[in-house]
């Protein structure tokens, strides 16, 4: 059904940006879940175990999406997958996921390019109110973000330090992350100290 949504263009004339911005609309999914999902009905035509595995029950949604965007890029894993899939978590299910992509690259020019194809950067307001981030993508590109975040970190962490301040690091990493923003933004600082 997603794939039907997605080939029917309707997502154009009702004025989306791509076919996942529409199913997300009409299912009332999260974009991430809803792009996921498109990925998933691409791939499963090809992946006659897993469709299988969905149809019968075997796996869920979830964990179906996981085996089919590991056993696109790893055929051979994805009986092992959904077996695994039966007996272990969610999480566990995802880091075999990955090492079977993993696995199958054994070309490191081609694994950049792939994980370069599946960057991802996702934002959302939780229940409690918090922002939240989570980005995917190459380990260049991720270097290059770590060491600015890393450098901003350890200068907000001697300012507080000499404030009399103790946070964990991890905030101050988070104050670095919006302090790159405002800097970007042409904002001038503000003490982390001073928001509501």
């Known amino acids: 059904l997603a794939r039907r949504v997605a080939d029917s263009g309707q997502w154009r004339s009702k004025g989306h940006g791509s076919p996942a911005e529409h199913l997300a609309q009409i299912s009332g999914r999260s974009l991430g879940a809803a792009r996921s999902e498109l990925e998933t009905s691409t791939v499963l035509p090809d992946l006659h175990a897993t469709k299988q595995a969905l149809l019968d029950g075997a796996v869920s949604e979830s964990q179906g999406q996981i085996i089919a965007n590991a056993a696109k890029a790893n055929p051979q ?34 694994r950049h390019r792939r994980i370069h194809d599946e960057r991802r950067l996702s934002r959302h307001t939780d229940l409690e109110g918090a922002w939240n981030l989570h980005a995917k993508g190459t380990v260049v590109d991720g270097s290059i973000i770590s060491s600015e975040i890393d450098g901003l970190t350890d200068e907000i962490f001697l300012t507080a330090g000499a404030s009399g301040i103790r946070e964990c690091r991890d905030a ?14 042409g904002l001038r600082h503000e003490s982390p100290a001073g928001d509501d």
């Open 172 to 185: 101050y990493a988070f104050d670095a992350l919006t302090e790159m923003a405002r800097r970007s933004a």
């Open 77 to 110: 894993a994805e009986r092992d997958l959904i077996k695994h899939a039966k007996q272990a978590n969610h999480q566990q299910l995802r880091d075999e996921a990955q090492r079977a992509k993993a696995a199958a690259d054994t070309d490191a020019e081609a």
